[in-house]
């Protein structure tokens, strides 16, 4: 075995502390390929050392929000497991087993597909005090939390989540005037797309699919007034402010309406079974 | 071929059989999702920083892989590897943004590499130049062979899971380990390599 044949193997070991046996002759001859070795063996040790920051505060915000969103969690106690021998009761959860998974997971995923946006492209506090980035974005944090617990937990059907989602534009419309005086064109523009796909794939989406003779006519009529009137209001908020908003945020403000006014127009058609 | 040493995944989190807390979080047991993420922020944070070095679309990527791993927890096959099944949707969510920010053609801001906190007073100045400039050196490495390497040294994964994690073959995911190590080394002692081809023999 050459040297460079060895070094290769060294290198490519799952953990070079532990050479194979066909390496051993070589390195018990070959005080370079041990050298070669133990510098392996001191990269891995100086990779595992390699300086990252901290996320204690981040992964705090998180565990809030989960444990601060959806329903209480029923449990009961259960015998224990005979494979760990624990005495211990286990909590075990009886609140999703009533869920239809299949059905809500659609649902969550796409939800997870516009509320990550929003949390990945929502304005951030920039060069401010820790404090002070911490409040909003934590706040941010909760809600995104609790919207898709909603819709995992208690928005089965079309018309539960027509309601969750147009809560969540209030929120967007929410973020938006609360920071459009300093945001950034693009935070703005990322809001206001957002705020896009939330009432199009979201309110407009699942509007469509409440079928007919599931609701009274009662019911319906609520599902659909209150989907409108978030939307109206974010109408009425967003065209105001607009007209006022720095030039950073006036095109997203305008969209922001715009998009509201299309949405709400869609619900009254489908609302009288014109769509 | 040598044989692939590693160990299986160690109990995660330290509450007992992790597969029981992951089934209690498959069932809606928040508080066992929870201890799950507490589990295991810290490690896939720590992998998507050295992936992003930027602290804050790290903590993003990190917080979105919890949440889509809550909501497709009942997707998961009990049995097989969590880790390797979270860490694959943290690489694609990694592949994501990184295909948003070409098409946005804004790339992140690579941050200097963090201070070494962790280092105590019995740090030599070796090491702490040593240290330097592998944090340095990796910064310089293809995403991919990043990937791989930082599964393999700090989470200690066998090739089998960093090839289920970046989707690839098992030899593959070797092969890159090797030539992120290879290159590495040669930054960290480029006396022991003088004559060195930098592509070498694929090991076998």
Not at chain 1, 179 to 184: G, W
Not at chain 1, 206 to 224: D, H, K
């Amino acid at each position: 075995m050459t040297c460079d044949v060895a070094r290769n193997r060294l290198l490519a070991l799952p953990d070079p502390t532990r050479p194979t046996d066909d390496l051993l002759p070589h390195l018990g001859g070959c005080a370079a390929c041990r050298a070669v070795q133990a510098e392996a063996v001191r990269l891995d040790a100086l990779l595992k050392r390699l300086p990252v920051p901290s996320s204690e505060a981040r992964k705090a915000a998180f565990l809030n929000a989960l444990d601060a969103a959806g329903p209480v969690i029923r449990t009961r106690p259960v015998v224990p497991s005979s494979l760990t021998g624990s005495g211990a009761f286990k909590p075990v959860v009886s609140w999703l087993k009533r869920i239809d998974w299949k059905y809500a997971g659609g649902g969550v995923a796409a939800c997870l597909v516009l509320g990550i946006g929003i949390w990945f492209l929502a304005p951030k506090p920039k060069g401010t005090e820790p404090e002070q980035a911490a409040r909003p974005k934590s706040e941010r944090l909760a809600r995104m939390v609790k919207r898709t617990t909603d819709l995992a937990t208690t928005a089965h059907a079309p018309h539960q989540r027509v309601g969750v989602f147009a809560e969540w534009t209030a929120d967007l419309k929410g973020e938006a005037c609360d920071v459009y005086k300093v945001a950034d064109r693009e935070d703005m523009n990322a809001l206001a797309s957002q705020y896009e796909k939330v009432v199009s794939e979201g309110v407009v989406s699942q509007a469509r699919q409440i079928e007919a003779g599931t609701l009274t006519p009662g019911e319906r009529s609520r599902v659909f007034t209150d989907a409108m009137k978030q939307l109206a209001d974010a109408e009425t908020d967003a065209s105001r402010l607009a007209g006022e908003a720095p030039p950073n945020a006036r095109d997203a403000l305008a969209k922001i309406a715009r998009t509201a006014q299309d949405g709400r127009r869609t619900l009254a058609k489908l609302a009288e079974g014109k769509q | 071929m040598p044989p692939d040493l590693d160990p299986p995944p160690p109990d995660l989190t330290g509450f007992g059989d992790e597969s029981e807390w992951i089934a209690a979080a498959q069932a809606g047991d928040r508080s066992a999702f929870a201890r799950v993420v507490n589990a295991y922020w810290d490690r896939l944070y720590r992998w998507l920083y050295h992936l992003t070095r930027d602290r804050h679309r790290a903590e993003d990527l990190t917080q979105e892989t919890f949440m889509k791993a809550l909501a497709a927890m009942k997707s998961f096959r009990a049995g097989s590897n969590f880790r390797a099944w979270l860490f694959r949707i943290g690489h694609n969510n990694f592949v994501n943004l990184k295909r948003a920010e070409r098409k946005n053609t804004q790339p992140a801001n690579d941050e200097p590499p963090a201070a070494d906190t962790a280092a105590g007073p019995m740090t030599t100045a070796a090491d702490r130049e040593a240290l330097e400039k592998v944090a340095k050196a990796i910064q310089e490495l293809p995403t991919d062979f990043r990937m791989a390497l930082m599964l393999k040294a700090e989470e200690g994964m066998n090739y089998r899971e960093i090839a289920a994690v970046l989707k690839t073959t098992e030899e593959t995911a070797r092969w890159r380990v090797f030539k992120a190590r290879q290159k590495l080394a040669k930054v960290l002692s480029p006396d022991l390599y003088p004559d060195a081809d930098d592509e070498g023999e694929r090991p076998a």
